[in-house]
């Protein structure tokens, strides 16, 4: 089955810093990609839709100058936190739509954030 | 509004059967997704279903009734490494993900 990649696995950061995470879709082409927030024992929490070749898509309560989001190619998304903040720390997701007519999302392994 | 209606927590036997239940209500309805997700990992695909009816894959099944908005997936002869939490999802008009807030599944042995 289609293969989304997700690194890193783990960062732990001062606050004030930055962090970039990458999606990359490793044997499809994935014109959307989405950016998910987990915190501790809730569900999946959409963050933004990211489109190759445009600007992002944001929910609501999401700040777009704090999470940046860019999708430069059909096979990698990044998610950058800028000046994370320990309220910051979060498990995040992504996932990309794959080329089936289900539309199936293929998840990437994760990246658990910690902010110190 | 739209809104995914799951139970939060089930507990269940090893060996046993169970039905996690998902409600919806969304604006369209173009198919639900089953997830599972073990803690710290990301979800697992296990079903989707579009049309009415049963879905067996295995151990898993899956069922729809698009005219009760409601969708029930179905797990046999269980397994320790079946506890985790199963999430429902449902994609609407605009083929976006409408998520429930999972249902988290605990085996006994």
């Known amino acids: 089955g289609a293969v989304v990649s997700q690194h890193p696995s783990w960062v732990i950061c001062k606050s004030g810093t930055s962090v970039k995470i990458e999606c990359r879709s490793l044997?499809?082409?994935?014109?959307?990609m989405f950016w998910y927030r987990q915190f501790p024992k809730q569900s999946l929490m959409l963050m933004a839709t990211?489109?190759?070749?445009?600007?992002?898509?944001?929910e609501q309560g999401v700040e777009k100058d704090k999470f940046l989001i860019n999708h430069a190619s059909l096979t990698l998304s990044t998610l950058t936190v800028t000046s994370a903040h320990p309220e910051d720390s979060s498990f995040y997701i992504c996932?990309?739509?794959?080329?089936?007519?289900?539309?199936?999302?293929?998840f990437g392994e994760g990246s658990r954030l910690t902010v110190l | 509004g739209q809104n995914i209606d799951q139970p939060t927590e089930m507990t269940a036997t090893e060996g046993a059967i169970v039905q996690i239940n998902c409600t919806y209500q969304?604006?369209?309805?173009?198919?639900l997704f089953w997830y599972q997700q073990h803690a710290g990992e990301a979800p697992t695909f296990l079903s989707y279903?579009?049309l009415d009816g049963l879905e067996e894959k295995g151990r898993f099944s899956s069922f729809l009734s698009r005219s009760k908005g409601y969708s029930y997936l179905l797990l046999k002869e269980l397994q320790m490494k079946d506890s985790a939490s199963y999430l429902c999802?449902?994609?609407?008009?605009?083929?976006?993900?409408?998520w429930g807030a999972g249902t988290k599944l605990i085996i006994k042995p």
């Open positions: 999802a449902v994609v609407d008009s605009n083929y976006q993900l409408i």
């Open positions: 279903n579009v």
């Open positions: 990211s489109n190759e070749g445009s600007k992002a898509t944001y």
């Open positions: 044997d499809f082409q994935a014109t959307t």
């Open positions: 969304t604006s369209g309805f173009n198919g």
């Open positions: 996932s990309a739509r794959g080329e089936s007519d289900t539309g199936e999302l293929f």
